[in-house]
Nanobody, 115 residues
C-alpha cells in the first residue's frame, strides 16, 4: 500500500508559477514510477509528467518546457514545477504511484489559472 498526499494548488494569475508536492508513504520502496495527471473541467484525466525509479522523466508533449517533474528521495516527495501558467492549465492535479501491478492515487489538488 502507498499513500499519496498532494499539496500546493491554488489560484494563480496567467503567466504565474506554482509548485505542487506529492508526499508518499507506505511501501515506497516498491514504487516503479510517480506520475502527475490532471483533469480539466468537463474533460478526461490526462498524463502530465512521470518520473521513474531510474530518474528518467517524460512529459506530455504540449507541456514540455513549462512543467518540470522532480523528486526529493530523502523526503519521499515528488514535485511538479509549473511555469508560465495558462487558463487552460486549470484542472484538478492528481499524483499517481505505479507499484506493478497496482496504481495508487492521491486526492487531487485544484489549480486555477485566472486573472
Amino acid at each position: 500500500q502507498v499513500q499519496l498526499v498532494e499539496s500546493g494548488g491554488g489560484l494563480v494569475q496567467p503567466g504565474g508559477s506554482l509548485r505542487l508536492s506529492c508526499a508518499a508513504s507506505g511501501s515506497i520502496f516498491s514504487i516503479y514510477a510517480m506520475r502527475w495527471y490532471r483533469q480539466p473541467p468537463g474533460k478526461q484525466r490526462e498524463l502530465v509528467a512521470a518520473i521513474f525509479r531510474s530518474g528518467n522523466t517524460n512529459y506530455a508533449n504540449s507541456l514540455k518546457g513549462r512543467f518540470t517533474i522532480s523528486r526529493d528521495s530523502a523526503k519521499n516527495t515528488v514535485y511538479l514545477q509549473m511555469n508560465s501558467l495558462k487558463p487552460e492549465d486549470t484542472a484538478v492535479y492528481y499524483c499517481n504511484a505505479v507499484v506493478p501491478p497496482s496504481e495508487y492515487w492521491g486526492q487531487g489538488t485544484q489549480v486555477t489559472v485566472s486573472s
